[in-house]
């Protein structure tokens, strides 16, 4: 369970820019931001630097490279005039915190929630693990620092206790610097809102990012952007996050196969992330035609079988009009829904993609709304591609996201 790094001359390579990158960074003194968790981070960073950007000069991590190869690159990317740098740290090796932390250097940091992911013997081996991992951004942040941290999330929680910096808790509670009301929260194809507290104040916030765990997103992002800047910001927060689309293939809205309405949330799959996309599909209101959620097999787990069965079981809760798992685990996720009252008859199972497709070419109907959950390693996305009669460059069930071209 090695950090991993390039071999041969891209090793040297890399050592090399790391070097550069931590002497050349070490010189400036950007306020700096990193954001972790097993869920949410790139959506908070997302946020976070568009509300930034407006106030001043802003650096951000490329939302779509790996972080190892990520930090370097963002580091030489800072110039004199540069006023807030934001570092989105993922990890899925233990150690590779600790090895982003030798040149990030923030005085701010957010832990977003956790989830188990990356939690199998070839990556971090537990959640207990995990945990250890994620907490150690907020370890080293300085004593006059901030650690902002998810309250409604048991095990962020209990990292209170391991850092010097003060903290500012988001969550449900109304106990919290930044809290939201639960039973306020609207969700259309057009965006989520919900009513918010702050400083004793009450308003309503709507961003058009599409799902439940974005008013999680809008507090944290919120938080991050206000503690660094130290301005009463709500006015041009407001302004920045109404604009903010979703990115492709995280809960956006395109237009489906066969004339229907797709959900695509295939970029990413967790347990925390299904559960709320699963959620946010219900929450719709939608009358046009049928809700359908199509949901892949998640990796990376410890106990996977746990882990899928406990989605069946959500299932069982939510009003979703037909429900095909794909894949092995999937089935589990099927038995447990049935098992616990979710009707048979509504649910199907395919093995693979391609029976899938064939699946939902055999029952989607003009207007239908169909939600697709994927993860990166399987490319769900693929099935877009069948029902759209376009090839398929790769039949194999492992297949890296960016590996079939997606027009």
Not at 170 to 197: N, P
């Amino acid at each position: 369970m090695a950090i991993y790094t390039p071999r041969g001359i891209k090793r040297q390579y890399h050592l090399a820019k790391r070097f550069f990158a931590k002497k050349w960074l070490s010189r400036l003194h950007p306020t700096q931001l990193a954001i972790t968790g097993s869920q949410g981070k790139t959506s908070v960073t997302h946020m976070t630097q568009e509300v930034l950007s407006s106030i001043g000069s802003t650096v951000c991590t490329d939302l779509a490279l790996d972080t190892t190869f990520n930090v370097p690159i963002t580091a030489l990317k800072v110039m004199p005039w540069t006023k807030y740098l934001i570092w989105e740290l993922g990890i899925d090796h233990p150690g590779e915190m600790a090895h982003h932390l030798e040149i990030a250097k923030p005085s701010i940091g957010c832990v977003t929630g956790i989830s188990p992911v990356h939690t199998d013997e070839e990556h971090m081996g537990s959640i207990e693990t995990l945990i250890t991992e994620k907490r150690k951004l907020i370890e080293t942040l300085p004593t006059d620092g901030i650690a902002i941290l998810n309250n409604d999330d048991v095990h962020v929680q209990k990292m209170a206790d391991h850092t010097k910096a003060k903290i500012k808790w988001y969550g449900s509670s109304t106990d919290c610097d930044m809290s939201v009301d639960l039973d306020s929260i609207q969700v259309s194809l057009e965006g989520t809102s919900a009513t918010f507290r702050l400083q004793n104040k009450e308003f309503v916030l709507k961003t058009g990012l599409i799902g439940v765990h974005h008013v999680y997103t809008i507090m944290a992002s919120y938080l991050l952007a206000y503690s660094a800047s130290k301005k009463y910001i709500v006015d041009i927060f407001q302004e920045k996050i109404s604009h903010i689309k979703p990115l492709r293939g995280r809960m956006n809205m395109e237009k489906g196969p066969l004339n229907t309405t797709l959900l695509n949330d295939s970029l990413r799959a967790n347990p925390q992330s299904t559960n709320t996309g699963l959620k946010t599909l219900e929450l719709i209101k939608y009358e046009k035609g049928k809700k359908i959620a199509v949901i892949g097999e998640m990796g990376e787990l410890e106990h996977p079988e746990a882990e899928h069965r406990k989605t069946g079981e959500l299932l069982s809760k939510l009003n979703i009009d037909f429900v095909i798992g794909i894949g092995p685990l999937r089935k589990f996720t099927i038995d447990e829904a049935i098992k616990n009252g979710f009707p048979k008859e509504k649910t199907a199972y395919a093995e693979d993609i391609f029976q899938a497709a064939k699946l939902l070419e055999s029952m989607l109907k003009p207007r239908d709304l169909w939600y697709l959950k994927g993860s990166l390693l399987r490319n769900y996305k693929r099935i877009v591609q069948l029902l759209n009669n376009e090839n398929v460059c790769c039949k194999e069930v492992m297949c890296p996201y960016d590996h079939c071209g997606y027009t």
